[in-house]
């Protein structure tokens, strides 16, 4: 089969198309042909350092989530899976290939009427972006800063935001980015590679009671000083290479709640299903903004490290 293999660490040229063999499901598992493989901005960091939430030996194939049609499966599962359209995490590798072959229990169902590549776009950031406003506790009236905005789970962040009947205050890094955001009629939105960025925050909200924070480092210490007394501060990422440097006497000092969810593999999956059946429904809409074929994987990686892409990027495999 085809896929893309990682057997150095480094920049985006290390991923090498080639063939792979092709995995035959086990007793437990289940054969999945991929149509879409998702690309998250953790695996850019992995396959630049090494450094993500999972421990892998070099060669791999990298990916941990796809979506496609159930084609075969191994002993002691229901054969009638076969055919059935599904999401799955990979375990944290193999994703960049045509087929992969997980445990029974991994895939979800697409719910009726979601296209495939709609799912695979909801499957992680989806889930992220649920578990994020969860996390919160929004409540209506709340004025609510989403850092790097225009992004995968930035765009599903808004949009949950909006649904809880708070104030969307919409932060992203350069001018195409904050004309998305503008488009979408949101309440309040920024550059924050601009100077002074947090000024014209002030200047319509006074200060938020939430930050949703997938960018860490510089920046959102910046937007820490926004925050109200009794904020709420939600940290998942760390774009920009380190967590947020917000000292704990600083947060304690103001009562700002310091806030890293980590949920349970059974709360992540109940996620996922609440997050594809919100975008069945039409009420979450991922926007997949990139797609590359899959041997393209290297250029994927580039465009998302240079800042240059929105919303969500895909894998197109078929």
Known sequence: MRAVWLREFGGPEVLVPGPAPDPTPGPGQVLVEVAHANITFVETMFRATGFGPFAADLPLIPGNGVGGTITAVGPGVDPTLVGQLVVTGTGGTGGYAERVVVDRDAPIPVPPGLPLDQAVAVLADGRTALMLTRSANLRPGDRVLVLAAAGGVGTLLVQLVGLAGATVVAAAGGPDKTALLRGAMLDVVVDYREPGWADPVRAAVDAVDVVFDGVGGTLAREAFDLLDRGGRMISYGLASGAWADVPADAAADRAVALLRPRPRPDELRALTEEALAMAAAGRLR?????????????????????????????????
């Open 286 to 318: 991922p926007l997949i903004a990139q797609r590359f074929p899959l041997e393209r994987a290297a250029d994927a990686h580039a465009a998302m490290e240079a800042r240059s892409t929105v919303g969500k990027t895909l894998l197109d495999v078929r």
